[in-house]
C-alpha cells in the first residue's frame, strides 16, 4: 500500500518561524495565564475578524460551553440546534443544563433550515444555536429576524467557518456570538483551542472570570468557573499561521476547484452548494452519494484500501447518540433530512499541501465505481 492520506493536516508555520515565536518564553518563564503571546493573537484576532470583541480558549467546546452559561439562561430553558454537527454541540448544551430540541437541516448545504425552526418555539425556548458547516453559512438573515421576533439568543457554532465572509462581514459578527474551534483539524490552528467573539460589552468580564475559575483579582472569586485558558504556546501557534492563512486558503480553494472539475455533474454524486455571497474558507469538501452504484460505506471501504482515510462526517446525528437515549426531544425521526445527508455524506481530504495528482487518484478511485 502506498504512503496513507489523511483526511486532514494541520497547516504549521516552518519550524524556525515558531522557534522564532516562542523563544521569549524561556526569556520570561511566562507559560500561561493570559501572557504576552495570548493578548498578541487576541488583538490580531480582533483586526482579522473585524470583531471587537475575541475571548481565547484552550478549546472549542470549552468556549461554548462558557458563553453558553454566560448567558444565564433558565436551567429548565430549551434550545433549538440542529443534530447534523459534531457531538460537542449538543453536548455543550446539555452540559449547561439546558434541552436541544433539534431543527432539521436543508439539503443544499447541510445548515438549520430557518423554515423549521418557528414550528419549534416554545415558552420555554431561550436560544438558538445554529452550526455553519464545512465553510457553509446558516442563513444569518432569517435567524436573525426570528430571534429578534420572539427575543431569543443567537449563538452560533461557527467551528467551520473561520475566515468566512457574508456581504463582505466576518462570520464572528453574526448573532449574539459565535464560537470557532482552532482545533488541529481545521482551517486555522492553535494546535488545540478556540474562542468566542462578540459585541455586547457586558459579556467580556464574565466569559474572561469564567475561564480562570471565576477569578477576579487576588482575593475575589465571583463564579463558580473552571480552568479554560489558552496557553503561550497555542498563541504562539496562532500567531504564525494566522500571518499565511490567506495564502493556505487560496491553496484549499484550487483543490476544491480540481474536485469539482472531476466530481461535478457526475450522476449519483451530489456537492454542496456554493453559495451566494460567501466567501468560503475551504475548509471541508463533503460529497453525498445519492443514487450512485456504489453507496457511501463502499467508496469509503474503497479509499480505505489504498490508504485514503475520508470521513463519514457527520455521522451519525447527534439525536441518536445513546447517550441522549431517552430524551423526549431527541428524536431522530424529526429530522429526516439530517439522517439522509448522515447515512449518504463522505468528507474527502483537503488541506492545503494536498497534492493535485492525490486529488486525481481519488477522484479516478471514485469514478471506478459507476
Known amino acids: 500500500m502506498d504512503r496513507q492520506i489523511l483526511v486532514t493536516r494541520s497547516s504549521m508555520p516552518d519550524f524556525e518561524e515558531y522557534c522564532n515565536e516562542i523563544k521569549k518564553l524561556w526569556d520570561s518563564h511566562w507559560l500561561t495565564n493570559m501572557g504576552v503571546e495570548h493578548k498578541e493573537l487576541q488583538n490580531e484576532l480582533e483586526a482579522y475578524l473585524g470583531c471587537p470583541h475575541v475571548v481565547l480558549y484552550t478549546n472549542g467546546h470549552l468556549a461554548l460551553e462558557n458563553v453558553i452559561s454566560a448567558m444565564r439562561f433558565s436551567r429548565s430553558g430549551e434550545v433549538i440546534t440542529t443534530p447534523f454537527t459534531f457531538a460537542s454541540t449538543t453536548h455543550a448544551i446539555v452540559r449547561s443544563g439546558l434541552t436541544p430540541v433539534f431543527c432539521d437541516v436543508r439539503e443544499d448545504d447541510y445548515t438549520m433550515d430557518a423554515d423549521k425552526i418557528e414550528a419549534l418555539i416554545t415558552e420555554k425556548t431561550v ?24 427575543h431569543l439568543k443567537v449563538i452560533y457554532d461557527a467551528a467551520h467557518a473561520f475566515a468566512v465572509k457574508y456581504k463582505g462581514v466576518s462570520s464572528a459578527n453574526f448573532g449574539d456570538a459565535s464560537m470557532f474551534s482552532f482545533h488541529a483539524t481545521k482551517v486555522f490552528n492553535t494546535i488545540e483551542g ?32 473552571g ?17 499565511h492563512l490567506d495564502e ?10 480540481r474536485y469539482r472539475a472531476h466530481l461535478e455533474n457526475i450522476k449519483g ?20 452519494f445519492d443514487g450512485f452504484p456504489a453507496d457511501r460505506n463502499q467508496i469509503f471501504d474503497a479509499l480505505a484500501s489504498q490508504g485514503i482515510m475520508a470521513r463519514k462526517y457527520f455521522y451519525p446525528v ?3 447518540f445513546e447517550c441522549y437515549a431517552g430524551l423526549p426531544t431527541a428524536d431522530p425521526g424529526k429530522t429526516p433530512v439530517a439522517v439522509y445527508m448522515a447515512d449518504r455524506v463522505l468528507t474527502l481530504p483537503l488541506y492545503a499541501d494536498l497534492s493535485m495528482e492525490d486529488v486525481d487518484k481519488i477522484c479516478r478511485i471514485i469514478l471506478s465505481h459507476r
Open 127 to 150: 436560544a438558538i444555536v445554529p452550526v455553519h458547516v464545512y465553510g457553509n453559512l446558516c442563513d444569518v438573515e432569517r435567524i436573525a429576524a426570528i430571534a429578534a421576533r420572539y
Open 194 to 225: 478556540g474562542a468566542v467573539c462578540f459585541h455586547d460589552d457586558e459579556l467580556v468580564e464574565p466569559l474572561n472570570d469564567m475561564k480562570n475559575f471565576g477569578i477576579r483579582g487576588p482575593e475575589r472569586c465571583v463564579y463558580v468557573g
Open 227 to 243: 480552568n479554560a485558558k489558552m496557553n503561550e504556546f497555542q498563541a504562539a501557534m496562532g500567531i504564525c499561521n494566522l500571518r
Open 248 to 257: 493556505e486558503i487560496e491553496k484549499r480553494k484550487k483543490i476544491v476547484e
Open 269 to 288: 454524486i451530489k456537492l454542496s452548494a456554493v453559495q451566494k455571497d460567501v466567501e468560503s474558507n475551504y475548509a471541508y469538501f463533503p460529497v453525498v
Open 318 to 320: 447527534t439525536n441518536s
